[in-house]
């Protein structure tokens, strides 16, 4: 619940009991009603936000003109004669096709007796002029007729819609050659904002408006889509076709944005999935003011006219990058609970989500936390002598508090540091006052806080809470160390080769805890002069200056000084302080006392593939260091990072942890060192240590268009930044620790703690400007390559230029950089001056512009892994198939869609949990790839419904069938088929000559395809996993016929058994196949029956068929007669495998095709050359609505 007021108190209960929800007017009524109520500036985030959480209540219509809509400011267009018109009114301002007017006798100095005048023939001759003395015309030329499209109180109001009127229309009209056309198109536009205005009022008002209930019923009728595609908005806009602009309603749901437009007779709609959205973007050309357009692999799509751009951009945005991410990476990517759960998304869901990103970011909050109110606020600052205000933000275990321009004052009080939350007396300069008290002695004030009693109620709640768990976990803590012997640290060391005293330190370090920071043994190793050590000592005595100042420890003011502070650099005896301050990690560390002891002794002795990378990156981490040229470093780098890896299984462990953890140990204690690492993976860098680097890869794509934006003659010269990529992607991975000199790094991590990404951003757009002039002139790639390379190596620090460096650069996997003589001379760069440049030109990037960076970039990014992934499944299928490519990639994206669309609509709870299910089954087997899209049984019979040849009769037994393919295929008995296995069954069908054709269907009508029982498809009744090699649990000797050696372990044997399977698929087609008895017979005569529904030669084909089961009939009776030598025969191919010794009557596969041959039609049918592209053409149109269908009826029937 947000707790956000306006006004007084009386005004407030008006606006609760009408904002019920958050208003959804797109127009101008959200502004004016913004600015009459906020006197703020529109760059205030805090009033900002205080206003997109709880928008004033919109008045009805003619009420008081202080609202757009009060004053009827769009009008359902009337017709007014020009001749009247210039007799009672003075035209303003106009144009081809707009005017605005004043009424004669308003705004003239000498006008009291002739606006009396005017006012009385108004009552007469007009009334709607009574309450607008201002208006706006639409006219077409030549005309004498006019229609009133908007009216207002106030000459500004009417300004600023006859802006909107010119800056969004009037340039598109003139692509109409009939003028009567631009009067119709003017009218629609403007029905359909009053329509957007009505809507909005209506949801300020109450939380299911009827207004919206038709809109989602007309989205249902006119997409065809299921009741449970949620609608959550929509808006009125054009759609560009060319030149020409077609007015209608783009409507937004959690899976697609569908537009739909019916104008001068012509009807236009069409369907975009969000899975298919590859990139968005706010562009401007042509005819078109701003427009957003929407790129998918196929087309783009652009949209104007909105009344509130940025609104509408924001939310197709979120729409689009939740529906990413919860469909093509929901493994790999964080994704709040809330989102996950499709339904229950709404605009006002939404807004409160990117509030709330916006919050954890700035703030560098825990991902759990979850927001609970937002208010605006004074804070007492008491090195400034005065309350600075901005806007207070509660969590669950926090207070944040931001000033109104973001970042020059910030303050963080964690809840578990508060010992209580009082009101005070409230006076004239200290209205309704709180008072935090925290556990350091000192206490915040904060004033002007709205609905005080209920918040201070609320926070107090939480904060008992949180102290109560807090108690609890440390009863735990406390009792389990009082049992329990106390066991030291171990740790593993793999070093072999090490001499006697080696072995016997090693032995020491099996129970040693490192309690100190690394650089304080090692310390006296790196050299340093006098001055560096007066030097330190000064930065020393100021930082003393500000914690007096400003409070020490995490809940210390967060000002502009301090930013000088950090970008000057931290001492090295409060760099493990201030980053466990800045990060917040400090919190952790207290709340979770004895969690890394506890970590570390579950993980000893768990071997895994994170712990195997481990061991492989831990004598790469700063190799020139001394402390990791020692067993000690070592030993702790691998408890934490073997600690965080069994934390986080999710992630485990990624390249580049290392050198960050390694840095982190050298300035803080071991436990402190794990509890930053845990802040900058979950917290600070998210997504960025997953399987594929997600999170680098969105940062670095937004760092991209962040150099076309501030640096555009760098862009304008280099056009392909991802050229870039190959140096930039390490300076986000390992906070340019991999590519400067350590001093200076380090220095760079300082700032990372203070300002997150913002920090690494902007000093990578310093580094490019201050190399500009060489990249302009390079040639080519590699040359861009090395001046970069070169510049970073040359960066120095205060304590490198005054002693000589105690060791190379940390780029250890950046490999030797030469010395290329067409690489310029660099100049010795200063790290400092680079971080006060980096502030100077780029410190205006905010956090709140990063965010929605992110949101478009994030969307590029795993489309373009979707790319990739779809690539190397076709390359992987291609050579196993005649298809060709253009049908294959159809063929995968059908596929892809099927699996989408169950994911969107149907109850995909077995699907699901089958998935789970073969995820973790395959994980060790399976690569990503063939995981990546399978189908369950559901899907498969779509897509066979719509991709199968033969045109069947849609009878049960075509059902029938499709099952029985689909036992066929799943050949892992997972009960999902990969895409692989489909295309390789779609390929026979297609491509593949009869005898193939008639192979598979055969291969239908015998086990495993075909059970006893067609209604319960039981795989075990026919094992699947059926090799010449039998398993043999408790007896080692070797089976007679048995060839090869058969291992004593169970699970030797099962790994041969399963390449045994794989041999045996690959040699499926020279395998002789098992005979089919007379009930198979009987199945596969229906199956032929069937096929040939709907085809020209029917009756041909029905003679046909009837004349080859009248000759295998014969057959099966000839093979009955000899049982004895038919029975042997069947045991030696398998036969049905069902343990009866007495076969039955049974035919060959050789034996059914030679009959089919005899038949002239039959063979005609089979050989028949079917066009799969024209199939593919067909499902594209029919998949939606015929799966919409079908499960529309399931969730009737449920």
């Given at each position: 619940?947000?707790?956000?007021?306006?006004?007084?108190?009386?005004?407030?209960?008006?606006?609760?009991?009408?904002?019920?929800?958050?208003?959804?007017?797109?127009?101008?009524?959200?502004?004016?009603?913004?600015?009459?109520?906020?006197?703020?500036?529109?760059?205030?985030?805090?009033?900002?936000?205080?206003?997109?959480?709880?928008?004033?209540?919109?008045?009805?219509?003619?009420?008081?003109?202080?609202?757009?809509?009060?004053?009827?400011?769009?009008?359902?267009?009337?017709?007014?004669?020009?001749?009247?018109?210039?007799?009672?009114?003075?035209?303003?301002?106009?144009?081809?096709?707009?005017?605005?007017?004043?009424?004669?006798?308003?705004?003239?100095?000498?006008?009291?007796?002739?606006?009396?005048?005017?006012?009385?023939?108004?009552?007469?001759?007009?009334?709607?002029?009574?309450?607008?003395?201002?208006?706006?015309?639409?006219?077409?030329?030549?005309?004498?007729?006019?229609?009133?499209?908007?009216?207002?109180?106030?000459?500004?109001?009417?300004?600023?819609?006859?802006?909107?009127?010119?800056?969004?229309?009037?340039?598109?009209?003139?692509?109409?050659?009939?003028?009567?056309?631009?009067?119709?198109?003017?009218?629609?536009?403007?029905?359909?904002?009053?329509?957007?205005?009505?809507?909005?009022?209506?949801?300020?008002?109450?939380?299911?408006?009827?207004?919206?209930?038709?809109?989602?019923?007309?989205?249902?009728?006119?997409?065809?889509?299921?009741?449970?595609?949620?609608?959550?908005?929509?808006?009125?806009?054009?759609?560009?076709?060319?030149?020409?602009?077609?007015?209608?309603?783009?409507?937004?749901?959690?899976?697609?944005?569908?537009?739909?437009?019916?104008?001068?007779?012509?009807?236009?709609?069409?369907?975009?999935?969000?899975?298919?959205?590859?990139?968005?973007?706010?562009?401007?050309?042509?005819?078109?003011?701003?427009?957003?357009?929407?790129?998918?692999?196929?087309?783009?799509?652009?949209?104007?006219?909105?009344?509130?751009?940025?609104?509408?951009?924001?939310?197709?945005?979120?729409?689009?990058?939740?529906?990413?991410?919860?469909?093509?990476?929901?493994?790999?990517?964080?994704?709040?609970?809330?989102?996950?759960?499709?339904?229950?998304?709404?605009?006002?869901?939404?807004?409160?989500?990117?509030?709330?990103?916006?919050?954890?970011?700035?703030?560098?909050?825990?991902?759990?936390?979850?927001?609970?109110?937002?208010?605006?606020?004074?804070?007492?600052?008491?090195?400034?002598?005065?309350?600075?205000?901005?806007?207070?933000?509660?969590?669950?275990?926090?207070?944040?508090?931001?000033?109104?321009?973001e970042g020059s004052c910030v303050l963080l009080v964690p809840l578990t540091e508060v010992l209580s939350i009082e009101k005070a007396e409230s006076t004239?300069?200290?209205?309704?006052?709180?008072?935090?008290?925290?556990?350091?002695?000192?206490?915040?004030?904060?004033?002007?806080?709205?609905?005080?009693?209920?918040?201070?109620?609320?926070?107090?709640?939480?904060?008992?809470?949180?102290?109560?768990?807090?108690?609890?976990?440390?009863?735990?803590?406390?009792?389990?160390?009082?049992?329990?012997?106390?066991?030291?640290?171990?740790?593993?060391?793999?070093?072999?080769?090490?001499?006697?005293?080696?072995?016997?330190?090693?032995?020491?370090?099996?129970?040693?805890?490192?309690?100190?920071?690394?650089?304080?043994?090692?310390?006296?190793?790196?050299?340093?002069?006098?001055?560096?050590?007066?030097?330190?000592?000064?930065?020393?005595?100021?930082?003393?200056?500000?914690?007096?100042?400003?409070?020490?420890?995490?809940?210390?003011?967060?000002?502009?000084?301090?930013?000088?502070?950090?970008?000057?650099?931290?001492?090295?005896?409060?760099?493990?302080?201030?980053?466990?301050?800045?990060?917040?990690?400090?919190?952790?560390?207290?709340?979770?006392?004895?969690?890394?002891?506890?970590?570390?002794?579950?993980?000893?002795?768990?071997?895994?593939?994170?712990?195997?990378?481990?061991?492989?990156?831990?004598?790469?981490?700063?190799?020139?260091?001394?402390?990791?040229?020692?067993?000690?470093?070592?030993?702790?780098?691998?408890?934490?990072?073997?600690?965080?890896?069994?934390?986080?299984?999710?992630?485990?462990?990624?390249?580049?942890?290392?050198?960050?953890?390694?840095?982190?140990?050298?300035?803080a204690k071991e436990e402190e060192a794990f509890w930053l690492l845990v802040a900058v993976c979950e917290r600070m860098l998210p997504d960025y240590f997953?399987?594929?680097?997600?999170?680098?890869?969105?940062?670095?794509?937004?760092?991209?268009?962040?150099?076309?934006?501030?640096?555009?003659?760098?862009?304008?010269?280099?056009?392909?930044?991802?050229?870039?990529?190959?140096?930039?992607?390490?300076?986000?991975?390992?906070?340019?620790?991999?590519?400067?000199?350590?001093?200076?790094?380090?220095?760079?991590?300082?700032?990372?703690?203070?300002?997150?990404?913002?920090?690494?951003?902007?000093?990578?757009?310093?580094?490019?400007?201050?190399?500009?002039?060489?990249?302009?002139?390079?040639?080519?790639?590699?040359?861009?390559?090395?001046?970069?390379?070169?510049?970073?190596?040359?960066?120095?620090?205060?304590?490198?230029?005054?002693?000589?460096?105690?060791?190379?650069?940390?780029?250890?996997?950046?490999?030797?950089?030469?010395?290329?003589?067409?690489?310029?001379?660099?100049?010795?760069?200063?790290?400092?001056?680079?971080?006060?440049?980096?502030?100077?030109?780029?410190?205006?990037?905010?956090?709140?512009?990063?965010?929605?960076?992110?949101?478009?970039?994030?969307?590029?990014?795993?489309?373009?892994?979707?790319?990739?992934?779809?690539?190397?499944?076709?390359?992987?299928?291609?050579?196993?198939?005649?298809?060709?490519?253009?049908?294959?990639?159809?063929?995968?994206?059908?596929?892809?869609?099927?699996?989408?669309?169950?994911?969107?609509?149907?109850?995909?709870?077995?699907?699901?949990?089958?998935?789970?299910?073969?995820?973790?089954?395959?994980?060790?087997?399976?690569?990503?790839?063939?995981?990546?899209y399978r189908l369950d049984r559901p899907q498969f019979k779509s897509l066979y419904g719509l991709l199968v040849p033969w045109p069947g009769d849609l009878?049960?037994?075509?059902?029938?069938?499709?099952?029985?393919?689909?036992?066929?295929?799943?050949?892992?008995?997972?009960?999902?088929?990969?895409?692989?296995?489909?295309?390789?069954?779609?390929?026979?069908?297609?491509?593949?000559?009869?005898?193939?054709?008639?192979?598979?269907?055969?291969?239908?009508?015998?086990?495993?395809?075909?059970?006893?029982?067609?209604?319960?498809?039981?795989?075990?009744?026919?094992?699947?996993?059926?090799?010449?090699?039998?398993?043999?649990?408790?007896?080692?000797?070797?089976?007679?016929?048995?060839?090869?050696?058969?291992?004593?372990?169970?699970?030797?044997?099962?790994?041969?058994?399963?390449?045994?399977?794989?041999?045996?698929?690959?040699?499926?087609?020279?395998?002789?196949?098992?005979?089919?008895?007379?009930?198979?017979?009987?199945?596969?005569?229906?199956?032929?029956?069937?096929?040939?529904?709907?085809?020209?030669?029917?009756?041909?084909?029905?003679?046909?068929?009837?004349?080859?089961?009248?000759?295998?009939?014969?057959?099966?009776?000839?093979?009955?007669?000899?049982?004895?030598?038919?029975?042997?025969?069947?045991?030696?191919?398998?036969?049905?495998?069902?343990?009866?010794?007495?076969?039955?009557?049974?035919?060959?596969?050789?034996?059914?095709?030679?009959?089919?041959?005899?038949?002239?039609?039959?063979?005609?049918?089979?050989?028949?050359?079917?066009?799969?592209?024209?199939?593919?053409?067909?499902?594209?149109?029919?998949?939606?609505?015929?799966?919409?269908?079908?499960?529309?009826?399931?969730?009737?029937?449920?």
């Open positions: 619940m947000f707790s956000i007021s306006f006004g007084s108190e009386s005004s407030r209960q008006h606006r609760r009991s009408r904002c019920g929800v958050y208003s959804s007017c797109e127009s101008g009524v959200r502004e004016s009603e913004a600015l009459r109520s906020c006197s703020e500036a529109q760059d205030d985030h805090g009033r900002k936000t205080r206003t997109l959480l709880c928008a004033p209540s919109c008045g009805p219509s003619g009420s008081s003109g202080s609202s757009l809509l009060g004053s009827k400011m769009w009008l359902n267009p009337e017709e007014v004669l020009l001749k009247n018109a210039l007799k009672l009114w003075v035209t303003e301002r106009s144009n081809d096709f707009f005017l605005l007017q004043r009424r004669r006798g308003r705004g003239e100095s000498t006008g009291r007796i002739t606006g009396l005048l005017v006012g009385a023939l108004d009552t007469v001759l007009d009334s709607n002029a009574r309450v607008s003395p201002f208006r706006v015309l639409l006219q077409v030329p030549g005309s004498q007729i006019s229609w009133v499209i908007a009216s207002g109180a106030a000459i500004e109001e009417v300004n600023r819609h006859w802006d909107w009127l010119v800056h969004n229309l009037l340039h598109s009209l003139s692509v109409f050659e009939n003028k009567e056309d631009v009067a119709s198109f003017v009218k629609g536009k403007v029905k359909g904002l009053i329509a957007e205005e009505v809507r909005g009022r209506q949801a300020a008002q109450e939380e299911d408006p009827e207004k919206f209930r038709e809109a989602l019923l007309k989205f249902e009728l006119r997409f065809g889509l299921p009741s449970s595609e949620k609608l959550v908005t929509y808006y009125s806009c054009c759609c560009w076709k060319g030149r020409v602009p077609r007015q209608g309603l783009l409507y937004l749901s959690i899976n697609h944005m569908a537009f739909y437009s019916f104008l001068l007779g012509k009807e236009v709609r069409f369907v975009i999935p969000w899975a298919e959205v590859t990139r968005l973007e706010r562009v401007s050309a042509g005819l078109m003011t701003e427009a957003i357009r929407v790129n998918t692999r196929r087309r783009q799509r652009d949209f104007s006219m909105f009344l509130n751009l940025d609104e509408a951009f924001g939310v197709v945005g979120q729409l689009a990058d939740i529906a990413l991410r919860r469909l093509l990476d929901s493994e790999g990517l964080e994704l709040d609970r809330v989102l996950q759960q499709p339904a229950r998304i709404t605009k006002r869901i939404l807004e409160e989500q990117a509030l709330r990103e916006y919050v954890l970011a700035l703030f560098r909050l825990p991902r759990g936390e979850r927001l609970h109110e937002v208010a605006s606020c004074s804070v007492w600052t008491p090195h400034a002598r005065c309350h600075t205000s901005g806007t207070l933000y509660t969590a669950d275990n926090y207070l944040c508090f931001s000033s109104r321009e004239s300069s200290l209205p309704n006052p709180v008072i935090v008290s925290v556990r350091t002695k000192k206490a915040f004030q904060l004033i002007e806080l709205q609905d005080r009693d209920e918040l201070v109620e609320r926070l107090n709640a939480r904060l008992r809470a949180v102290h109560w768990k807090q108690s609890v976990f440390r009863g735990k803590t406390h009792g389990k160390r009082s049992v329990s012997s106390p066991t030291p640290y171990y740790t593993f060391y793999y070093d072999t080769g090490c001499s006697d005293e080696e072995e016997i330190e090693e032995q020491v370090l099996r129970n040693t805890v490192n309690s100190e920071a690394l650089m304080t043994a090692f310390h006296q190793n790196q050299p340093a002069a006098n001055g560096n050590k007066s030097e330190e000592q000064v930065k020393e005595r100021l930082w003393d200056d500000h914690f007096t100042e400003f409070g020490r420890g995490v809940h210390m003011f967060r000002t502009e000084k301090i930013q000088r502070l950090v970008a000057t650099g931290i001492p090295e005896s409060l760099r493990g302080e201030l980053w466990m301050t800045l990060s917040d990690a400090s919190s952790e560390l207290e709340a979770h006392q004895g969690y890394y002891t506890g970590l570390v002794q579950k993980s000893m002795g768990h071997s895994s593939l994170a712990t195997e990378e481990i061991e492989r990156d831990l004598h790469r981490s700063l190799p020139d260091h001394p402390a990791f040229q020692n067993p000690t470093g070592i030993a702790a780098l691998r408890r934490v990072l073997t600690a965080y890896a069994h934390r986080n299984p999710k992630i485990g462990y990624c390249q580049s942890m290392n050198i960050l953890a390694s840095v982190l140990l050298l300035y997953n399987r594929r680097v997600i999170g680098a890869q969105v940062d670095q794509s937004v760092f991209e268009e962040l150099i076309r934006e501030r640096l555009p003659e760098l862009a304008e010269h280099v056009p392909d930044l991802s050229s870039l990529s190959s140096v930039s992607l390490s300076w986000f991975l390992t906070l340019f620790l991999s590519v400067l000199p350590f001093h200076s790094a380090v220095r760079v991590v300082d700032c990372f703690f203070f300002h997150g990404i913002k920090a690494v951003l902007q000093l990578g757009l310093a580094v490019l400007d201050a190399n500009a002039a060489q990249l302009c002139a390079s040639t080519d790639d590699g040359q861009a390559l090395m001046i970069l390379t070169s510049f970073l190596e040359q960066v120095e620090s205060e304590v490198v230029l005054s002693c000589p460096p105690s060791s190379p650069p940390a780029a250890v996997e950046s490999g030797g950089h030469g010395g290329d003589t067409d690489v310029p001379a660099v100049r010795h760069a200063n790290i400092t001056d680079l971080i006060n440049e980096s502030y100077e030109k780029f410190g205006d990037l905010t956090v709140r512009q990063i965010e929605r960076l992110r949101c478009r970039h994030r969307i590029r990014v795993l489309q373009a892994h979707e790319d990739t992934t779809k690539e190397n499944a076709l390359r992987l299928v291609t050579p196993d198939v005649s298809i060709p490519p253009e049908n294959l990639a159809d063929v995968y994206d059908l596929f892809k869609t099927e699996h989408f669309i169950s994911l969107y609509w149907g109850d995909s709870s077995s699907a699901a949990a089958a998935e789970a299910a073969a995820w973790s089954y395959g994980d060790s087997g399976r690569s990503y790839l063939e995981r990546q009878s049960q037994h075509t059902d029938t069938v499709a099952n029985r393919a689909f036992t066929l295929l799943d050949q892992d008995r997972d009960s999902l088929v990969t895409f692989r296995e489909f295309a390789g069954w779609l390929d026979t069908l297609y491509c593949e000559d009869l005898n193939e054709k008639i192979r598979l269907l055969y291969r239908l009508h015998i086990p495993p395809a075909l059970t006893e029982s067609e209604d319960d498809p039981a795989l075990l009744k026919s094992p699947l996993l059926s090799t010449n090699r039998p398993l043999y649990v408790d007896k080692p000797a070797v089976a007679p016929g048995v060839e090869g050696d058969v291992k004593e372990d169970y699970q030797e044997q099962l790994k041969q058994m399963l390449k045994d399977l794989a041999k045996e698929k690959e040699k499926d087609v020279e395998k002789p196949l098992p005979l089919m008895n007379q009930w198979e017979f009987i199945q596969f005569c229906k199956t032929l029956y069937s096929m040939f529904h709907g085809e020209p030669e029917e009756n041909d084909l029905f003679q046909a068929i009837a004349t080859v089961t009248s000759l295998v009939l014969q057959i099966g009776e000839a093979s009955h007669r000899g049982h004895d030598s038919a029975g042997s025969e069947v045991t030696e191919d398998g036969g049905r495998g069902d343990g009866s010794s007495t076969p039955e009557w049974t035919v060959s596969y050789a034996q059914i095709v030679a009959s089919l041959l005899t038949e002239q039609a039959l063979v005609n049918f089979f050989e028949k050359p079917v066009s799969l592209s024209e199939k593919i053409a067909e499902a594209k149109e029919k998949q939606y609505h015929q799966r919409a269908g079908l499960l529309t009826l399931q969730q009737a029937a449920r």
